[in-house]
């Protein structure tokens, strides 16, 4: 079970004299029960790629498959495997139009012809997730909550459909960081509870490294980097650099004390593993990598 791209460009523009290759011969798998996280520069591929991923984007050269099915074209089996894939785009709650919570979040259960009596507990069961009562909440206007609310909305509707493979494209861009800590940890629980697949585009290093098992890092359309997350971060700074991007805060202050002499691992996910790192190595407890 996985999503596999098997050489795979995608140029917009084909044909015209505006032509723009925005991936360029990309192999690539993910497999189930992945956390990855896609990390680039502005320009690198990122969005084409997640696109790809679904059939919103047709490649130009190459093929894509959802456990093991080309979804290129419209039969019943590449439309089923579509529907398996996701997507939660980045400011996600422009995308809400019912007149309704509920109605918003039941919109993919019922296009998908879902019996009302399924639509309706897969509605509750997805605003369980994000937070919001259903008593409370189901019959409000979406236009009437705060933007954090708004984005669990939408985040709803994705889950509602229960897919197998769940796309976040900068689902935190624009939040406060309290709303931003209750979505990943909303996003953290699924993945845990219901081993759903998570590719997370990010441009926050930290959210990164404290969430996804496999890093990938793409510069001018093409695949960079491929790997565990701190082993990157850790052994290839000068490559993150060149892509447009860093290894997290925690990361780069560990190193700088590791080259003042400090015998620190540069190993931590988050800030808190940072601290215990350093205190350890002024206790003399720690091991440098």
Do not use: W
């Not at 011969?25 to 591929?45: A, C, N, P, Q, R």
């Not at 236009?143 to 939408?154: E, H, I, K, N, Y």
């Not at 490559?239 to 190993?267: F, H, M, N």
């Amino acid at each position: 079970m996985s999503i596999r791209l098997n050489n795979v460009s995608h140029q917009y523009g084909q044909g015209t004299p505006f032509a723009c290759t925005a991936l360029e011969h990309v192999d690539l798998e993910i497999k189930k029960g992945e956390f990855v996280g896609i990390i680039g520069h502005t320009g690198s591929g990122k969005s084409t790629l997640v696109q790809l991923l679904n059939g919103l984007v047709q490649p130009t050269e190459g093929q894509v498959f959802v456990d093991d099915t080309d979804i290129a074209g419209k039969s019943a089996a590449a439309l089923a495997a579509r529907r398996r894939v996701g997507m939660v785009f980045q400011y996600p709650e422009y995308q809400l139009f019912e007149e309704t919570i509920a109605k918003d979040i039941a919109f993919g259960p019922k296009n998908y012809g879902l019996p009302p009596a399924e639509t309706e507990e897969r509605v509750r069961e997805a605003m369980s997730f994000v937070g919001l009562d259903y008593d409370e909440y189901a019959n409000r206007s979406p236009f009437r909550l705060s933007g954090g609310q708004m984005r669990r909305v939408a985040i709803a509707g994705i889950i509602a459909v229960r897919p197998d493979y769940l796309i976040l494209d900068e689902p935190s861009a624009g939040l406060d960081p309290v709303g931003r800590r209750e979505i990943f940890a909303q996003i953290r629980r699924r993945y845990e509870e219901t081993g759903t697949t998570v590719i997370l585009v990010s441009h926050n290093m930290d959210d990164i490294a404290a969430l996804a098992n496999r890093l990938i890092v793409l510069s001018r359309g093409k695949v960079t980097l491929d790997g565990e997350p701190l082993e990157i971060f850790s052994h290839h700074r000068d490559i993150l650099q060149e892509a447009g991007v860093d290894a997290p805060p925690v990361t780069q202050v560990l190193q700088y004390l590791r080259r003042r002499g400090l015998a620190v691992s540069d190993r931590a996910r988050t800030v808190a593993d940072g601290t215990a790192l350093l205190y350890d190595a002024l206790r003399g407890d720690g091991h440098a990598d």
